[in-house]
């Protein structure tokens, strides 16, 4: 079993920057993703695979960065240049190795709003 826990989310002005951090714990060496989606886990953010392979959705991409603490076992999103657009619950996921299936964190609000 994985366990994963979000934070970092709030509310920034457009042009702002927050950071989003998931922190997993429990069967590590069973995932090989870790990433990011938001707006009810639909629309696929950004991750990063083993190996330090990451990969963006186009409307963040030059935005937005994930990286890896691999001795914390924690996943981290830099947004920058925030936009109004952007405001969405943040999800973090994690995919397990054996079937891609995907485990969830519980959420982190971030807004954008003047």
């Known amino acids: 079993q994985v366990q994963l826990v979000e934070s970092g989310g709030g509310l920034v002005q457009p042009g702002g920057s927050l950071r989003l951090s998931c922190a997993a714990s429990?069967?590590?060496?069973?995932?090989?993703?870790m990433g990011w989606y938001r707006q009810d886990q639909r629309e696929f953010v950004a991750n990063i695979i083993a190996?330090?392979?990451?990969n963006y959705a186009d409307s963040v991409k030059g935005r937005f960065t994930i990286s890896e603490d691999n001795a914390k076992n924690t996943v981290y999103l830099q947004m920058n240049s925030l936009k109004p657009e952007d405001t969405a619950v943040y999800f973090c996921?994690?995919?397990?190795?054996?079937?891609?299936?995907?485990?969830w964190g519980q959420g982190t609000q971030v807004t954008v709003s003047s």
């Open positions: 996921a994690a995919g397990r190795t054996n079937d891609g299936s995907l485990i």
């Open positions: 190996g330090g392979i990451t």
């Open positions: 429990g069967s590590i060496p069973s995932i090989n993703t």
